[in-house]
């Protein structure tokens, strides 16, 4: 991709050359076709100076092709501009000359082109310029309706130069906020389309392989009955009954799967405690003893319609996210606060941290830095998935050395979403 201010420069380069052939022609047309009396050398040497400035320009754009150029030079470029055309106007009338009203339109072109603190440089240039024009007047302008409005007109411009920046540099970052949010609803939407692809994927392997695991469970069960019978040794006995909870726990794994990818759509919202959903996402997790949870009041006691499963599922993967990238009996801290318009839930581990290429990719499906067999790279991407359809945010800060701390906010529920528990209805004790 071109950098930006190669392409602001290129542009610059082609109506530069389009404003020199048209300073020539009014400059011949003046002289000749009215029959104004003008300094042709000077005015022609300082069309020349532009014209050989913007030739030398040619031959190093093309050098630094593919190469970032620097916003400086740009703005040079058009401070150059601003100081010939102060040149011009002072060898042919002056403030008084019409073409002054030509200062805008630099002003303008910088306003598209050059940052916020860029375009306001070149406008107090551009103004100091026009200034200039009023103290080297000629002496016959003293008299004082003339002076008046001469510096009425100095006046006016600096205002409409001070307008056009302010609104140019509005309507420029707003259409740069727009297309930062079209940027993100692609993305969002992308997401969307990934998590249905995995629900379907993971739909389809557990309707697949429901079949064969159903077989070699009956058949497991008649080879320990058959085994029972005939009087085999224990040991017989107890691996059958390994074949048949190895694969009871498949079966489940798949349900699992699909369930999380968001196959099953019918799990039913119940009213929650959000400090329940931390209780049930540590009850049972290894390693659970180490996690240092600190809950907020509010959590305890306000209720929201949450779908239960998914939610413990969510912030149980990032504990366990947490758990694993710490060291062995490293504590890991959680933290859920209630927020004016949202809860707020942190998970912070004493890990290395992620490299900037790592973070960079993190939450992408199947995407993962665990060793073959600890996890398919799925948690953070169903993570940001669900809270994308509650309006909510995933948000990682990770640097190597650092650990990680993963914030995960979502929307607080309204009157009719929401509700407070008496102390006897609280009864959430999460394990230190």
Not at 36 to 53: K, Y
Not at 241 to 269: F, N, T
């Amino acid at each position: 991709m071109r950098d930006a201010q190669a392409i602001n420069l290129s542009w610059l380069m082609r109506l530069r050359w389009g404003a020199l052939l048209g300073q020539v022609a009014v400059i011949l047309g003046v002289h000749l076709g009215l029959g104004l009396s003008l300094r042709l050398g000077p005015l022609f040497a300082t069309v020349a100076v532009g014209a050989v400035s913007n030739a030398l320009l040619v031959p190093w754009t093309r050098r630094r092709r593919g190469r970032p150029v620097p916003e400086a030079l740009t703005w040079a470029v058009m401070a150059l501009d601003v100081g010939l055309l102060t040149v011009l106007l002072e060898l042919s009338g002056g403030a008084s000359n019409p073409f002054s009203a030509l200062y805008l339109v630099h002003i303008a072109l910088a306003a598209v082109v050059l940052r916020a603190g860029a375009s306001w440089a070149l406008t107090v240039l551009a103004i100091g310029c026009f200034g200039e024009l009023f103290v080297g007047a000629p002496a016959h302008h003293h008299i004082h309706d003339m002076r008046m409005h001469l510096e009425g007109m100095w006046a006016a411009f600096a205002l409409a130069a001070a307008f056009i920046v302010y609104f140019v540099q509005r309507v420029t970052r707003a259409l740069a906020a727009r297309e930062a949010e079209l940027v993100e609803a692609r993305a969002a939407a992308a997401r969307h389309d990934k998590l249905t692809a995995l629900a379907t994927l993971a739909a389809g392997a557990a309707h697949e392989l429901s079949t064969p695991l159903s077989t070699i469970a009956v058949v497991a069960r008649e080879l320990e009955r058959q085994l029972a019978r005939a009087g085999q040794d224990l040991s017989s006995l107890e691996d059958a009954r390994l074949i048949r909870e190895q694969v009871a726990r498949c079966r489940d794994i798949l349900a699992r799967m699909a369930s999380d990818a968001g196959a099953s759509q019918g799990e039913s919202l119940v009213w929650l405690a959000p400090a329940d959903l931390v209780a049930r996402a540590l009850e049972g997790l290894p390693g659970g003893e180490r996690v240092r949870p600190e809950v907020d009041a509010r959590a305890r006691q306000e209720r929201e319609l949450v779908s239960a499963h998914a939610f413990t599922q969510v912030i149980r993967g990032v504990v366990k996210n947490a758990l694993q990238a710490s060291p062995a009996e490293a504590p890991v801290r959680l933290g859920l606060v209630r927020e004016p318009q949202a809860w707020r839930l942190t998970v912070e581990d004493a890990g290395p941290g992620m490299a900037p290429e790592v973070l960079a990719r993190a939450g992408e499906p199947f995407f993962t830095t665990k060793a073959p067999g600890e996890g398919m790279g799925l948690g953070l991407f169903l993570t940001r998935a669900l809270l994308d359809q509650l309006g909510g945010q995933l948000v990682l800060d990770s640097g190597p050395g650092r650990g990680t701390r993963v914030v995960l906010t979502w929307p607080a529920g309204g009157p009719r979403q929401s509700a407070t528990l008496s102390p006897e209805g609280s009864r959430v004790q999460v394990a230190s």
